[in-house]
């Protein structure tokens, strides 16, 4: 029984490290690419004719 719930806990423990790898490259790519946008949109404002 012990041997069932220590290889349970390795592979939960591994799967956790897993998601939140993909977590934080999500996570940085988002970031990025928010940046970017908001740089984006500062740059064309001056164009703007109202």
Same mark, same amino acid.
């Given at each position: 029984?012990?041997e069932?719930?220590?290889?349970t806990?390795?592979?939960?423990?591994?799967w956790n490290? %897993?998601? +939140? @790898? !993909?977590? /934080?490259?999500? $996570?940085? %790519?988002? +970031? @990025? !690419?928010s /940046?970017?946008? $908001?740089?984006k949109?500062?740059?064309?404002r001056?164009?703007l004719m109202?």
């Open positions: 029984m012990e069932k719930i220590y290889k806990m390795g592979r939960s423990g591994a490290i %897993a998601i +939140g @790898v !993909v977590v /934080i490259v999500i $996570g940085l %790519a988002a +970031g @990025v !690419v /940046i970017l946008t $908001g740089a949109l500062i740059k064309d001056a164009g109202f």
